[in-house]
């Protein structure tokens, strides 16, 4: 019994200092726990950015990143020669994994500060790093549409219409826009001698409610051919 208790206390000793040695049955609890807290912010990932990214689909490397970051740092921390000798061998490695978006960093980082909680045997710190991981991501979440959302665009409307329904209904056409999507910013109006273009960005659209914005855009101008690009994968 004292030697499981001693054991159990070695792991989350916050200094590591009772980690000098290490058995088979550490290491495969060790990395187990590396590889579900990989899985648990891939969860984080999907649940809390994925529908709103354009990325590179990198959540599905965490569980591995997080074993292979672990299984390093196990293995070097005891011994200074095979460390210098890993920072001399991955000197000449050049990873060229696409980060498309920089919410993807920060997922990265993540996983690399749990799995090193993991392999230096500092679980209780894990624990708290990913609590307050979960706290931040609610938060912004929540605050999405404010400050922490600011001068995000989720897609474009692009309108077309005549230059001469235009000169009569641009103005309603406008304020009906700013109706449409209070957050949205007007970012071009060009106006042609047969046509004129209105280019409307929006942070965020549900699409259930699209047909319903098309038909009241067609009801105020009878000759308008709507375009709506989304520049984030899904949309609302």
């Given amino acids: 019994m004292s030697d499981l208790s001693d054991w159990l206390q070695a792991l989350v000793s916050p200094d590591g200092s009772r980690g000098?040695?290490?058995?088979?049955?550490?290491?495969?609890?060790?990395?187990?726990?590396?590889?579900?807290?990989?899985?648990?912010?891939?969860?984080l990932y999907r649940v809390f950015y994925r529908s709103r990214s354009s990325g590179s689909e990198i959540h599905r490397a965490f569980p591995l990143i997080s074993l292979s970051i672990t299984g390093i740092f196990i293995c070097i921390q005891f011994?200074?020669?095979?460390?210098?000798?890993?920072?001399?061998?991955?000197?000449?490695v050049r990873f060229r994994t696409p980060v498309k978006e920089?919410?993807?960093i920060g997922f990265l980082m993540l996983v690399v500060a749990g799995a090193l909680c993991?392999?230096?045997?500092?679980?209780?710190?894990?624990?708290?790093?990913?609590?307050?991981?979960?706290?931040?991501?609610?938060?912004?979440?929540?605050?999405?549409?404010?400050?922490?959302?600011?001068?995000?665009?989720?897609?474009?409307?692009?309108?077309?219409?005549s230059t001469e329904e235009f000169q009569e209904q641009g103005d309603a056409l406008l304020r009906l826009l700013a109706q449409q999507f209070p957050k949205g910013t007007l970012d071009?109006?060009?106006?042609?001698?047969?046509?004129?273009?209105?280019?409307?960005?929006?942070?965020?659209?549900?699409?259930?409610?699209?047909?319903?914005?098309?038909?009241?855009?067609?009801?105020?101008?009878?000759?308008?051919?709507?375009?709506?690009?989304?520049?984030?994968?899904g949309g609302s």
């Avoid at 200074?80 to 991955?90: D, E, F, R, V």
């Avoid at 230096?120 to 706290?135: D, K, S, W, Y």
């Avoid at 106006?191 to 067609?218: C, D, I, K, N, T």
């Fill in 79 to 92: 011994s200074l020669p095979l460390s210098l000798g890993l920072l001399g061998a991955l000197s000449i």
């Fill in 118 to 161: 993991c392999a230096t045997f500092n679980l209780v710190f894990l624990g708290a790093l990913l609590l307050v991981t979960v706290l931040v991501l609610a938060l912004v979440s929540l605050k999405g549409g404010g400050v922490f959302g600011a001068g995000r665009s989720d897609g474009i409307v692009v309108l077309t219409l």
């Fill in 20 to 43: 000098a040695t290490i058995g088979f049955s550490k290491f495969f609890l060790l990395m187990s726990i590396s590889a579900l807290t990989g899985l648990f912010v891939s969860a």
């Fill in 188 to 233: 071009a109006v060009s106006e042609g001698p047969a046509e004129a273009v209105v280019s409307y960005s929006f942070p965020a659209l549900v699409r259930s409610v699209l047909p319903e914005h098309q038909a009241r855009w067609r009801e105020l101008c009878g000759s308008l051919r709507s375009d709506v690009y989304f520049t984030r994968r």
């Fill in 102 to 104: 920089p919410e993807e």
